[in-house]
C-alpha cells in the first residue's frame, strides 16, 4: 500500500515498513505512536486508487529519534566593504518508521 503523507509542510510518498526523514515534530515524544491523517493519496499497488477530498484515511506512525541534520554554511561577502558573515544552521528532524496504512 503506497501513500501520499503531508507533514511540515511538505508532502511524502510512505509505504507501509518505510522509515522516513520529517520535518521536526515537536509534541511527539520517542517510542509513542501518532497519526498523520493529513493523507492525500491511497493506491493498493495500481488496483484501487483513493484519493482524498480532503482526506483518503489515516497513517499511523511510530517516532524513532529526534535530531539535528547536517550543518550547512552560509557565508556573505561584499568585496571592497570588509563586509564578511559566517552563519551556521542545523535543521532540526524527526524520525518515523511507517506501521500501518489504512485508507
Known sequence: MIAVVKTGGKQYVVREGQELVAEWIEE??????????????????????????????KVTAKVMEHGRGEKVLVVKYKPKSRYRRHVGHRQPFTKLKIEKISA
Not at 493529513?38 to 493498493?44: I, M, Q, R
Open 28 to 57: 511527539s515524544p520517542v517510542g509513542s505512536t501518532i497519526e498523520l491523517t493529513t493523507f492525500l493519496v491511497a493506491d493498493e499497488e495500481g488496483k484501487n486508487v483513493k484519493v482524498g477530498n480532503p482526506v483518503a484515511g
